[in-house]
């Protein structure tokens, strides 16, 4: 991997965005403007040149050029999570081009991360895969990844807004279920009491 194949890796950047980021009423996100693209460059300069991370590029098959860029993936080494002091190869980034899926470039891209894996001495994979993206859950699924964890992400500005939504005491929520609760009689069993009012015959 050379500073060569930047235009490649860029172009499937764009794609990964497209797949990754949400646009409101659906859709495709748009392409990365050109300060944003000069700055992704810098960041797949920045990979290539740092011997801590791999990126790899899927090229050729039955259906293209020898040289044509089917997909790419981000390797790294670090513990399988934050709890975990057990090293694990984590792939990221990993995003195969639209025109090129079901011709194996996906696998072949697992493949180099089980090779890379193996250079190390790492027994474990560790892949992130977006939460929309179920054809990619079942790829990796199908391959032997099992879930690890979940992990969720939000604007601050939206967090804010529903703690102060949320910003009551127990107390406070108590009391005014307590408010809406229709009066029951006494003598019913517990787990009846809010479907039997006192105009039901008796059993």
């Known amino acids: 991997m050379t500073a060569d194949d930047l235009p490649a890796l860029l172009s499937l950047g ?3 965005r497209e797949q990754v980021v949400p646009v409101e009423g659906g859709g495709r996100a748009r392409t990365a403007t050109i300060a944003g693209r000069a700055a992704l460059a810098e960041r ?3 990979a290539i040149a740092d011997p801590a991370r791999h990126l790899v590029l899927a090229v050729g098959g039955p259906e293209a050029g020898p040289e044509e860029p ?3 993936a981000l390797f ?3 513990s399988a999570n934050a709890l975990l002091d057990i090293p694990a190869v984590h792939v990221t980034h990993a ?3 639209d025109r090129h899926r079901k011709r194996g470039a996906g696998k072949a891209l697992v493949a180099s991360s089980a090779a890379f894996a193996e250079e190390q001495g790492i027994d474990q994979l560790v892949v992130s895969v977006h939460p929309g993206s179920r054809d990619a859950a079942r790829f990796f699924a199908r391959l032997g990844f099992a879930p690890l964890a979940v992990r969720r992400t939000a604007p601050v500005a939206v967090v804010r807004r529903r703690l102060a939504l949320a910003d009551r005491t127990p107390g406070q929520i108590v009391r ?3 408010r ?3 009066p029951v009689p006494l003598g019913l069993p517990a787990q009846a009491r809010s479907a039997r009012t006192p105009e039901d015959p008796g059993s």
Do not use: K, N, S, W
């Open 176 to 178: 005014q279920r307590a």
């Open 14 to 16: 764009d794609e990964l």
């Open 44 to 46: 797949y300069l920045e």
């Open 95 to 97: 995003v195969v081009a």
């Open 76 to 78: 790294t080494i670090a």
């Open 70 to 72: 089917l997909g790419m």
């Open 180 to 182: 809406r609760t229709p």
